[in-house]
C-alpha cells in the first residue's frame, strides 16, 4: 500500500529532539529579517560602529592638524587638542572603547527588540500558530529556546559582531595588544586588561545581553502579543524605569538599592564588572554591589522562564 501511494521512506538520519530549536530560530529570523524595518535599524547601529571603527583614525589626523595649525599661526589649541586626546583615550580599544560601545548600542537594541518581539512570538499566539510547533514531537522548551536562540542572534549581530570587528582593527594595528594583557599600562594610553581578558570580557557581556534580553522578550511578548502594548511595556521595563531610579537615588537619595530596579543598568553594572571596572569607577553613583545586580537579573530571568514554562502549558493541542 505504501508503494502504491508513492510513499518513500526517510533515509536521512533521526536527531534527537533538541535539533528542532534550530529551525524554530531559523524560521524566526527569517521572517524578521526579511522586514525593511531591521535593515534600517541595523544600519543605525552600524553607523555608530562606525563612528568608533574610524574615529580614532580621524582624531589622530585632527590632532596632527591642530599641531601643524599652532606652529604657523602661534595659536594655542590646547583646549581642543585635550577634548581630542581624551576622545582618543576612549577609542584606543581599551574598556573604556567597549563598554562605551555597547551602552549606546543598548538603545538601538531596546528600540529593535521592541518591533521583533510581536512578530517573532507574539503573532504566534494571536493567529494560534504556536499550536503547529507544539503538535509536533517537541517539548514546549523547545518551542521556547527556539524563540529565545533567534533573539539572541539579532542581540550577537547589533554588539558582539560589531565588538569583535572593533577588537580585531586593533589587533591588527599592534599586535601586542592581543598577546599582552598589560598593554595599556605599559604605554600609558588606558585602563583595564588587553589581550585574551579583554576578549573573553567582550564575549561575556555579548552572552549576558542575549541571554537575559531573548527570555525577557519572548516572555514579555508572550503575555502583551500585541505591537503597541509590547512596545509600551518593553519601554517602560527600560526607559522609565531608569528614571524612576535616578529619582529615587539621585533625587530623593534613597539607598543605592533602589538602583536595581533599572535593569538595564544592572545588565551595564555587570558587563562593566567583566570588563574590569573596579567598582567605584562606575557611574552614576552611588551603585549596587555586583552581586545583588546579578540576583536582580538571575531572578528575573527565572520568573520570566516559569512564566514561558506556565503559559506554553495552557496551549491546546488538536490532533
Not at 63 to 83: I, K, W, Y
Not at 241 to 260: C, H, Q, T
Request: aromatic share 16%; glycine share 8%.
Amino acid at each position: 500500500m505504501a508503494s502504491l501511494l508513492h510513499y518513500r521512506p526517510w533515509q536521512g538520519e533521526f536527531h534527537s529532539p533538541w535539533w528542532s530549536i534550530w529551525p524554530i530560530a531559523r524560521v524566526s529570523l527569517g521572517m524578521f529579517l526579511s522586514r525593511r524595518m531591521f535593515w534600517g535599524l541595523y544600519a543605525c547601529g552600524l553607523l555608530l560602529f562606525l563612528m568608533f571603527f574610524f574615529g580614532a583614525y580621524l582624531l589622530a589626523w585632527a590632532e596632527s592638524q591642530l599641531g601643524v595649525a599652532a606652529q604657523q599661526f602661534g595659536r594655542d589649541p590646547s583646549r581642543m587638542l585635550r577634548g581630542i586626546r581624551q576622545a582618543l583615550r576612549i577609542l584606543n580599544g581599551s574598556q573604556d572603547t567597549f563598554q562605551y560601545f555597547f551602552a549606546y548600542q543598548g538603545g538601538i537594541i531596546v528600540v529593535t527588540l521592541s518591533l521583533a518581539g510581536s512578530l517573532l512570538v507574539g503573532d504566534d499566539f494571536t493567529n494560534k500558530s504556536h499550536a503547529f510547533y507544539l503538535a509536533k514531537p517537541i517539548s514546549r522548551w523547545h518551542y521556547i529556546l527556539g524563540k529565545c536562540a533567534a533573539v539572541a542572534v539579532i542581540v550577537q549581530l547589533m554588539t558582539t559582531l560589531p565588538a569583535l570587528v572593533l577588537y580585531g582593527q586593533h589587533a591588527f594595528d599592534d599586535w601586542s595588544y592581543l598577546t599582552n594583557v598589560n598593554y595599556f599600562y605599559e604605554n600609558d594610553t588606558g585602563k583595564g586588561p588587553a589581550g585574551i581578558p579583554l576578549l573573553l570580557a567582550v564575549l561575556g557581556y555579548g552572552l549576558l545581553l542575549s541571554v537575559f534580553l531573548s527570555v525577557l522578550l519572548v516572555a514579555t511578548a508572550m503575555w502583551m502579543r500585541r505591537t503597541m502594548p509590547l512596545i509600551l511595556v518593553w519601554m517602560s521595563l527600560f526607559f522609565f524605569a531608569r528614571v524612576l531610579a535616578n529619582i529615587l537615588v539621585d533625587g530623593l537619595k534613597y539607598d543605592a538599592r533602589w538602583r536595581l530596579i533599572d535593569l538595564w543598568n544592572n545588565v551595564t553594572m555587570l558587563g562593566q564588572g567583566m570588563l574590569a571596572y573596579a567598582h567605584e569607577d562606575i557611574n552614576p553613583k552611588p551603585q549596587p554591589e555586583f552581586w545583588e545586580a546579578a540576583a536582580v537579573l538571575i531572578g528575573v530571568t527565572t520568573i520570566c522562564l516559569m512564566y514561558l514554562n506556565h503559559r506554553t502549558q495552557g496551549v491546546e493541542i488538536v490532533d
